[in-house]
Protein backbone atom coordinates (compact mmCIF):
# COMPACT_ATOMS: atom_id res chain seq x y z
CA UNK A 1 0.00 0.00 0.00
CA UNK A 2 0.89 3.98 -0.57
CA UNK A 3 -0.39 5.85 2.85
CA UNK A 4 -0.08 9.26 3.52
CA UNK A 5 -0.25 10.33 7.12
CA UNK A 6 -0.81 13.72 8.01
CA UNK A 7 0.10 15.62 11.47
CA UNK A 8 0.47 18.88 12.73
CA UNK A 9 3.27 17.82 14.87
CA UNK A 10 6.44 15.47 14.28
CA UNK A 11 9.95 15.50 15.04
CA UNK A 12 12.50 17.28 15.87
CA UNK A 13 8.99 18.04 18.55
CA UNK A 14 9.15 15.03 21.18
CA UNK A 15 5.73 13.94 22.23
CA UNK A 16 3.65 10.44 22.06
CA UNK A 17 2.02 11.65 18.70
CA UNK A 18 5.14 11.81 17.03
CA UNK A 19 6.29 8.80 18.18
CA UNK A 20 3.23 7.23 17.32
CA UNK A 21 3.79 8.15 13.81
CA UNK A 22 7.07 7.30 13.39
CA UNK A 23 7.07 3.82 14.62
CA UNK A 24 3.97 2.90 12.70
CA UNK A 25 6.23 4.65 9.20
CA UNK A 26 9.35 2.48 10.31
CA UNK A 27 6.71 -0.81 10.57
CA UNK A 28 4.72 -0.41 7.56
CA UNK A 29 8.11 0.00 5.53
CA UNK A 30 9.87 -2.98 6.70
CA UNK A 31 6.22 -5.01 5.78
CA UNK A 32 7.23 -3.50 2.35
CA UNK A 33 4.92 -1.02 2.24
CA UNK A 34 5.44 3.16 1.25
CA UNK A 35 4.49 5.53 3.97
CA UNK A 36 4.81 9.14 2.90
CA UNK A 37 4.60 12.16 5.53
CA UNK A 38 3.05 15.17 5.24
CA UNK A 39 4.28 17.61 8.48
CA UNK A 40 4.82 20.91 9.42
CA UNK A 41 8.42 22.12 9.46
CA UNK A 42 10.58 23.72 12.20
CA UNK A 43 12.99 27.05 12.72
CA UNK A 44 15.54 24.49 14.01
CA UNK A 45 17.24 21.49 12.74
CA UNK A 46 15.86 18.28 11.50
CA UNK A 47 15.92 15.08 9.52
CA UNK A 48 15.83 15.79 5.34
CA UNK A 49 14.10 12.25 4.21
CA UNK A 50 12.30 11.92 0.39
CA UNK A 51 9.19 10.32 1.84
CA UNK A 52 8.53 13.47 4.71
CA UNK A 53 6.93 16.57 2.77
CA UNK A 54 7.60 19.68 5.16
CA UNK A 55 5.10 21.89 4.50
CA UNK A 56 5.85 25.80 5.97
CA UNK A 57 4.87 27.26 8.88
CA UNK A 58 3.90 29.57 11.92
CA UNK A 59 4.34 29.88 15.63
CA UNK A 60 1.27 29.17 17.79
CA UNK A 61 0.72 31.57 20.27
CA UNK A 62 -0.47 30.06 23.11
CA UNK A 63 2.38 26.66 22.62
CA UNK A 64 5.40 27.99 21.59
CA UNK A 65 6.78 24.45 20.93
CA UNK A 66 4.22 24.01 18.19
CA UNK A 67 3.83 24.94 14.73
CA UNK A 68 0.19 25.89 12.46
CA UNK A 69 0.96 24.48 8.87
CA UNK A 70 0.12 27.25 6.40
CA UNK A 71 -3.24 25.19 4.75
CA UNK A 72 -2.43 26.99 0.91
CA UNK A 73 1.00 25.40 1.26
CA UNK A 74 -0.41 21.80 1.77
CA UNK A 75 -3.07 22.16 -1.14
CA UNK A 76 -0.20 23.06 -3.52
CA UNK A 77 0.86 19.59 -3.14
CA UNK A 78 -1.94 18.00 -4.05
CA UNK A 79 -0.22 17.46 -7.48
CA UNK A 80 2.34 15.93 -6.33
CA UNK A 81 0.39 13.76 -4.28
CA UNK A 82 -1.53 12.66 -6.64
CA UNK A 83 1.47 11.37 -8.72
CA UNK A 84 1.82 9.11 -5.71
CA UNK A 85 -0.98 6.90 -6.48
CA UNK A 86 -2.09 6.78 -2.64
CA UNK A 87 -4.31 4.11 -1.21
CA UNK A 88 -5.34 6.23 1.77
CA UNK A 89 -4.88 9.26 4.08
CA UNK A 90 -4.57 8.92 7.61
CA UNK A 91 -5.03 12.28 9.87
CA UNK A 92 -3.18 12.26 12.76
CA UNK A 93 -4.10 15.85 14.55
CA UNK A 94 -7.14 17.80 14.14
CA UNK A 95 -6.37 20.98 13.55
CA UNK A 96 -4.81 22.11 9.84
CA UNK A 97 -4.11 18.91 9.28
CA UNK A 98 -7.64 17.45 9.62
CA UNK A 99 -9.23 20.01 6.86
CA UNK A 100 -6.46 19.19 4.57
CA UNK A 101 -6.53 15.23 4.76
CA UNK A 102 -10.31 15.55 4.31
CA UNK A 103 -9.62 17.69 1.30
CA UNK A 104 -6.95 15.88 -0.08
CA UNK A 105 -8.55 12.51 0.31
CA UNK A 106 -11.60 13.93 -1.49
CA UNK A 107 -9.38 15.39 -4.17
CA UNK A 108 -7.93 11.89 -4.75
CA UNK A 109 -10.75 9.78 -4.16
CA UNK A 110 -9.44 7.54 -2.07
CA UNK A 111 -10.51 7.21 1.96
CA UNK A 112 -9.20 8.79 4.64
CA UNK A 113 -9.34 7.83 8.91
CA UNK A 114 -8.26 9.58 11.79
CA UNK A 115 -6.50 8.37 15.52
CA UNK A 116 -7.55 10.05 17.98
CA UNK A 117 -4.60 10.34 19.96
CA UNK A 118 -5.50 13.46 22.80
CA UNK A 119 -7.82 13.93 25.20
CA UNK A 120 -8.39 17.76 24.82
CA UNK A 121 -11.21 18.05 26.80
CA UNK A 122 -8.36 17.63 30.22
CA UNK A 123 -6.64 20.27 28.83
CA UNK A 124 -7.59 23.29 27.02
CA UNK A 125 -8.57 24.74 30.27
CA UNK A 126 -4.75 24.92 31.04
CA UNK A 127 -4.16 27.17 28.21
CA UNK A 128 -7.87 29.09 28.31
CA UNK A 129 -8.04 29.18 31.84
CA UNK A 130 -10.49 32.81 31.47
CA UNK A 131 -13.24 30.64 29.91
CA UNK A 132 -15.14 28.41 31.75
CA UNK A 133 -13.76 24.68 32.22
CA UNK A 134 -16.93 23.25 31.38
CA UNK A 135 -17.73 25.27 28.07
CA UNK A 136 -14.36 24.19 27.27
CA UNK A 137 -15.28 20.51 27.96
CA UNK A 138 -18.04 21.23 25.77
CA UNK A 139 -16.71 22.23 22.84
CA UNK A 140 -13.69 19.93 23.20
CA UNK A 141 -16.37 16.85 23.13
CA UNK A 142 -18.60 18.90 20.06
CA UNK A 143 -15.57 19.77 17.94
CA UNK A 144 -14.43 15.37 18.77
CA UNK A 145 -17.60 14.60 17.43
CA UNK A 146 -17.63 16.48 14.16
CA UNK A 147 -14.06 15.44 13.35
CA UNK A 148 -14.74 11.83 13.74
CA UNK A 149 -17.77 11.62 11.87
CA UNK A 150 -16.23 13.16 8.92
CA UNK A 151 -14.10 10.58 8.25
CA UNK A 152 -14.33 7.16 7.29
CA UNK A 153 -13.28 5.59 10.13
CA UNK A 154 -11.30 6.41 13.50
CA UNK A 155 -8.58 4.56 15.62
CA UNK A 156 -8.31 4.66 19.30
CA UNK A 157 -5.22 3.87 20.69
CA UNK A 158 -6.87 2.39 23.71
CA UNK A 159 -10.32 0.48 25.06
CA UNK A 160 -11.65 3.78 27.10
CA UNK A 161 -10.92 6.05 24.97
CA UNK A 162 -13.19 4.03 22.42
CA UNK A 163 -15.59 4.08 25.22
CA UNK A 164 -15.41 7.82 25.56
CA UNK A 165 -15.77 8.91 22.11
CA UNK A 166 -18.87 6.88 22.17
CA UNK A 167 -20.29 8.91 25.08
CA UNK A 168 -19.29 12.05 23.13
CA UNK A 169 -21.50 10.87 20.43
CA UNK A 170 -19.44 10.00 17.57
CA UNK A 171 -21.63 6.83 15.26
CA UNK A 172 -18.56 6.67 12.99
CA UNK A 173 -16.94 3.32 13.38
CA UNK A 174 -14.06 3.02 16.04
CA UNK A 175 -11.03 0.36 16.20
CA UNK A 176 -9.14 0.33 19.21
CA UNK A 177 -5.28 -0.16 17.82
CA UNK A 178 -2.48 0.85 19.93
CA UNK A 179 1.03 2.38 18.34
CA UNK A 180 3.06 -0.68 20.67
CA UNK A 181 6.76 -0.37 20.85
CA UNK A 182 10.24 -1.86 19.86
CA UNK A 183 11.15 -3.32 23.15
CA UNK A 184 15.00 -4.20 21.94
CA UNK A 185 15.56 -0.98 21.22
CA UNK A 186 15.11 -0.02 25.06
CA UNK A 187 16.86 -3.09 25.88
CA UNK A 188 20.67 -1.69 26.53
CA UNK A 189 21.88 1.22 27.50
CA UNK A 190 24.64 3.39 29.35
CA UNK A 191 22.86 4.05 32.59
CA UNK A 192 26.16 4.50 34.66
CA UNK A 193 27.14 7.11 32.37
CA UNK A 194 24.00 8.93 32.00
CA UNK A 195 24.77 9.70 35.81
CA UNK A 196 28.23 10.75 35.76
CA UNK A 197 27.06 13.33 32.85
CA UNK A 198 24.42 14.64 35.39
CA UNK A 199 26.39 13.86 38.74
CA UNK A 200 24.42 11.82 40.66
CA UNK A 201 25.64 9.04 42.38
CA UNK A 202 26.15 5.61 41.33
CA UNK A 203 24.24 4.34 44.91
CA UNK A 204 21.59 6.83 44.69
CA UNK A 205 17.93 5.62 44.28
CA UNK A 206 16.51 7.38 41.15
CA UNK A 207 13.09 8.09 40.24
CA UNK A 208 12.29 9.15 36.31
CA UNK A 209 9.27 10.62 34.23
CA UNK A 210 9.45 11.44 30.98
CA UNK A 211 6.57 13.19 29.83
CA UNK A 212 5.65 16.67 28.05
CA UNK A 213 6.02 19.14 31.37
CA UNK A 214 2.69 20.24 31.01
CA UNK A 215 0.03 21.25 33.47
CA UNK A 216 -1.99 18.19 32.43
CA UNK A 217 0.91 15.82 33.11
CA UNK A 218 0.19 16.36 36.94
CA UNK A 219 3.74 16.57 37.41
CA UNK A 220 3.06 18.21 40.31
CA UNK A 221 1.89 15.45 42.14
CA UNK A 222 5.20 13.73 41.44
CA UNK A 223 7.20 16.65 42.96
CA UNK A 224 5.23 16.55 45.87
CA UNK A 225 5.83 12.49 46.49
CA UNK A 226 8.95 13.08 46.14
CA UNK A 227 9.08 15.70 48.75
CA UNK A 228 7.80 13.11 51.04
CA UNK A 229 10.09 10.22 50.03
CA UNK A 230 13.20 12.38 50.73
CA UNK A 231 12.20 12.31 54.34
CA UNK A 232 12.62 8.51 54.30
CA UNK A 233 14.86 8.35 51.34
CA UNK A 234 17.49 11.25 51.14
CA UNK A 235 19.75 9.58 49.02
CA UNK A 236 17.26 9.61 46.79
CA UNK A 237 17.07 11.44 43.10
CA UNK A 238 14.21 12.04 40.50
CA UNK A 239 15.16 13.28 36.79
CA UNK A 240 12.17 15.04 34.71
CA UNK A 241 12.69 14.41 31.06
CA UNK A 242 10.67 16.56 28.81
CA UNK A 243 9.62 20.02 27.64
CA UNK A 244 6.82 22.20 28.15
CA UNK A 245 4.64 25.18 29.07
CA UNK A 246 5.18 23.88 33.13
CA UNK A 247 8.68 23.43 33.24
CA UNK A 248 9.30 26.92 35.05
CA UNK A 249 6.72 26.41 37.54
CA UNK A 250 7.68 23.10 38.45
CA UNK A 251 11.26 24.24 39.06
CA UNK A 252 9.96 27.34 41.41
CA UNK A 253 8.22 25.10 43.06
CA UNK A 254 11.16 22.54 43.37
CA UNK A 255 13.34 25.22 44.65
CA UNK A 256 10.48 26.34 47.18
CA UNK A 257 10.92 22.29 48.41
CA UNK A 258 14.30 22.99 48.72
CA UNK A 259 15.01 19.89 46.33
CA UNK A 260 16.43 22.20 43.15
CA UNK A 261 19.73 19.99 44.13
CA UNK A 262 17.47 16.77 43.67
CA UNK A 263 15.22 17.33 41.03
CA UNK A 264 16.86 16.96 37.73
CA UNK A 265 14.35 18.83 34.73
CA UNK A 266 16.87 17.95 31.66
CA UNK A 267 14.80 18.96 29.10
CA UNK A 268 14.18 16.55 25.48
CA UNK A 269 16.20 13.70 24.76
CA UNK A 270 17.30 11.79 21.57
CA UNK A 271 15.32 9.10 21.39
CA UNK A 272 18.19 6.92 19.62
CA UNK A 273 20.78 7.24 22.66
CA UNK A 274 20.53 9.38 25.31
CA UNK A 275 16.63 8.60 26.27
CA UNK A 276 17.94 5.31 26.36
CA UNK A 277 20.55 5.96 29.01
CA UNK A 278 18.57 7.87 30.64
CA UNK A 279 15.72 4.67 31.67
CA UNK A 280 18.17 2.99 32.09
CA UNK A 281 19.92 5.26 34.69
CA UNK A 282 16.56 5.06 37.00
CA UNK A 283 15.95 2.87 39.78
CA UNK A 284 11.81 3.02 39.45
CA UNK A 285 9.88 4.85 36.72
CA UNK A 286 6.85 7.28 38.00
CA UNK A 287 4.01 8.36 36.21
CA UNK A 288 1.19 10.63 37.33
CA UNK A 289 -0.86 11.82 34.38
CA UNK A 290 -4.55 10.87 34.44
CA UNK A 291 -5.32 11.86 29.93
CA UNK A 292 -3.33 9.84 28.43
CA UNK A 293 -4.84 7.99 25.46
CA UNK A 294 -1.93 5.63 25.80
CA UNK A 295 1.00 6.10 27.79
CA UNK A 296 4.08 4.53 25.52
CA UNK A 297 6.78 5.85 28.37
CA UNK A 298 5.30 3.02 30.43
CA UNK A 299 6.24 0.36 27.94
CA UNK A 300 9.66 2.19 27.07
CA UNK A 301 10.56 1.90 30.90
CA UNK A 302 9.09 -1.11 31.21
CA UNK A 303 11.38 -2.36 28.05
CA UNK A 304 14.59 -1.23 29.45
CA UNK A 305 13.77 -3.29 33.05
CA UNK A 306 12.63 -0.70 35.18
CA UNK A 307 10.04 -1.17 37.58
CA UNK A 308 6.63 1.29 37.35
CA UNK A 309 4.80 2.98 39.63
CA UNK A 310 1.86 4.60 38.53
CA UNK A 311 -1.76 6.04 38.33
CA UNK A 312 -4.00 4.13 35.90
CA UNK A 313 -6.35 6.12 34.47
CA UNK A 314 -8.07 6.77 31.11
CA UNK A 315 -5.62 5.11 28.37
CA UNK A 316 -2.87 3.59 30.73
CA UNK A 317 -5.62 1.24 32.41
CA UNK A 318 -4.92 -0.90 28.78
CA UNK A 319 -1.45 -0.45 29.36
CA UNK A 320 -1.49 -1.69 33.54
CA UNK A 321 -1.39 -4.95 34.84
CA UNK A 322 -0.40 -4.69 38.63
CA UNK A 323 2.45 -6.98 39.03
CA UNK A 324 3.36 -6.98 35.24
CA UNK A 325 6.45 -4.64 35.80
CA UNK A 326 4.27 -1.72 38.14
CA UNK A 327 2.52 -1.35 41.13
CA UNK A 328 -0.54 0.89 40.54
CA UNK A 329 -1.26 3.63 42.90
CA UNK A 330 -4.52 5.18 43.74
CA UNK A 331 -3.08 8.83 43.38
CA UNK A 332 -3.03 9.95 46.69
CA UNK A 333 -0.07 11.40 47.75
CA UNK A 334 0.94 9.08 50.80
CA UNK A 335 0.10 5.85 48.69
CA UNK A 336 2.26 6.87 45.88
CA UNK A 337 5.08 7.75 48.22
CA UNK A 338 4.93 4.09 50.18
CA UNK A 339 4.93 2.18 47.04
CA UNK A 340 7.66 3.63 45.41
CA UNK A 341 9.44 3.27 48.60
CA UNK A 342 8.83 0.22 49.33
CA UNK A 343 9.64 -0.87 45.82
CA UNK A 344 13.14 0.97 46.41
CA UNK A 345 13.92 -0.44 49.82
CA UNK A 346 13.06 -4.41 49.01
CA UNK A 347 15.83 -5.83 46.54
CA UNK A 348 14.27 -9.26 45.79
CA UNK A 349 10.52 -7.71 44.33
CA UNK A 350 11.93 -4.92 42.67
CA UNK A 351 14.18 -7.65 41.05
CA UNK A 352 11.07 -9.80 40.27
CA UNK A 353 9.01 -6.36 38.99
CA UNK A 354 12.20 -5.70 36.43
CA UNK A 355 12.33 -9.26 35.32
CA UNK A 356 8.47 -8.88 34.89
CA UNK A 357 8.71 -5.37 32.94
CA UNK A 358 10.66 -7.06 30.63
CA UNK A 359 8.41 -10.10 29.58
CA UNK A 360 5.74 -7.60 29.48
CA UNK A 361 7.05 -4.79 27.53
CA UNK A 362 7.54 -7.45 24.89
CA UNK A 363 3.82 -8.18 24.37
CA UNK A 364 3.15 -4.72 22.78
CA UNK A 365 5.04 -5.36 19.80
CA UNK A 366 5.10 -2.55 17.59
CA UNK A 367 5.38 -5.52 14.64
CA UNK A 368 2.10 -6.81 14.88
CA UNK A 369 0.33 -3.48 16.09
CA UNK A 370 1.74 -2.09 12.16
CA UNK A 371 0.52 -5.42 11.14
CA UNK A 372 -3.14 -4.72 12.62
CA UNK A 373 -3.17 -1.18 11.09
CA UNK A 374 -2.39 -2.50 7.82
CA UNK A 375 -5.65 -4.90 7.85
CA UNK A 376 -7.73 -2.05 9.28
CA UNK A 377 -6.48 0.01 5.95
CA UNK A 378 -6.94 -2.69 4.23
CA UNK A 379 -11.08 -2.77 4.82
CA UNK A 380 -10.77 0.68 2.83
CA UNK A 381 -9.76 -0.11 -0.38
CA UNK A 382 -13.09 1.43 -2.30
CA UNK A 383 -13.05 5.10 -2.61
CA UNK A 384 -15.39 7.18 -0.30
CA UNK A 385 -16.82 10.63 -0.87
CA UNK A 386 -16.16 13.05 1.64
CA UNK A 387 -17.94 16.13 2.66
CA UNK A 388 -16.59 19.48 1.40
CA UNK A 389 -14.78 21.64 4.47
CA UNK A 390 -12.16 24.16 5.13
CA UNK A 391 -10.36 25.32 7.67
CA UNK A 392 -11.17 27.19 10.69
Known sequence: MRILMISDVYFPRINGVSTSIQTFKQELESLGHEVFLLVPDYPVPYSVEPSIFRISSRGVVLDPEDRMMRYRKIIEKIPALRDLALDIVHIHTPFVAHYAGLRIARELGVSCVCTY??????????????????????????????????????????????????????????????????AAHFARGDGYGFRRRLGISTSAKVLLNVSRVAFEKNIGLLIDMFADLQRQQPDSHLVIAGEGPARET??????????????????????????????????????????????????????AGVPVVSVAAMGTKDVLVEGQGVNITDGTLQDFSAKVLALLNATERHARLSVSALHYAKTWDSHQCAQKLLAYYEEFSAPSALPGESPA
Request: hydrophobic share 45%.
Open 250 to 303: YMVRAKALQLEHKISFVGYLDRQSELVDCYHAADVFVFASATETQGLVLLEAMA
Open 117 to 182: HTLFEEYLYHYIPWLPRGFLRFCARRFSVMQCNQVDGVIAPSSVIVRLLQEYGVEQSIVTLPTGIN
